[in-house]
């Protein structure tokens, strides 16, 4: 099992551009989430979703969107980057209400 | 509402000293708590969980943790740290409602030669 995988790792965008941030995992998990990470402040929920066609927002969703098409895949998109979006992005996927397994992340500067 | 409190912005250890990283935690009911690891320019592994059951938990790499109801705690400990512990550390409590972890600021561990 390859886990939680995510694409890019690194990336630099121009203000106003937009970006999808690719996730898929292959545990067969119903949960997964978006995070962002910004120094000194732990992580943020940005998204979640309970399972195929089904998604909803967490603490700080201003400026994303989601999808989830399949099980697998949980794509997270940037229409309009920002600078306040700079940070690094971690995908999470589980099984119910349990353990979070984590992707390696993205590292997104908006310029 | 629940949140997680790791008052230990950094600290910094000799190796072969032992280690002790603080969590504190607020939520209503009986909580699941878990203590992760990043390296840098890592992810998040999990080190350790508490769900029910003994309040002593032994998890990876020689890690251990104790959950304290009394205290709202959930101290993670080793008895003898390694340069390669070096990384930072949070701290975590299930939130329920959107099934996220709820999770603590981190605390970055240095190890000193």
């Known amino acids: 099992n390859a886990g939680v995988t995510q694409t890019p790792k690194f990336r630099i965008l121009k203000i106003g551009q937009s970006m999808t941030l690719q996730c898929t995992q292959d545990m067969n998990h119903n949960y997964m989430y978006w995070y962002r990470q910004d120094p000194g402040m732990g992580l943020k929920l940005i998204y979640y979703?309970?399972?195929?066609?089904?998604?909803d927002k967490g603490e700080v969703p201003n400026g994303y969107n989601v999808s989830r098409s399949t099980t697998e895949d949980f794509p997270l998109r940037l229409e309009l980057a920002a600078p306040s979006q700079t940070s690094v992005y971690f995908c999470?996927?589980?099984?119910?209400?349990?353990?979070?397994?984590f992707g390696p992340g993205t590292r997104l500067t908006v310029l | 509402a629940q949140s997680v409190t790791q008052p230990d912005i950094h600290i910094t250890v000799s190796e072969g000293a032992s280690l002790e990283l603080r969590c504190n935690y607020s939520?209503?009911?009986?909580?699941?708590l878990f203590w992760y690891v990043q390296s840098p320019g890592q992810g998040l592994q999990l080190l350790l969980k508490?769900?029910?059951?003994?309040?002593l938990v032994q998890g990876i790499k020689g890690f251990e943790a104790e959950f304290k109801r009394s205290q709202s705690s959930f101290n993670l400990r080793k008895p003898s740290v390694h340069w390669s512990d070096a990384a930072e550390y949070f701290c975590?409590?299930?939130?329920?409602?959107?099934?996220?972890?709820?999770f603590g600021k981190g605390t970055k561990l240095s190890v000193k030669p």
């Open positions: 975590a409590v299930f939130g329920g409602s959107q099934g996220n972890l709820i």
């Open positions: 999470a996927s589980s099984q119910d209400y349990n353990e979070q397994f």
């Open positions: 979703s309970v399972g195929a066609g089904i998604t």
């Open positions: 939520y209503g009911a009986t909580p699941y």
């Open positions: 508490y769900f029910s059951g003994d309040t």
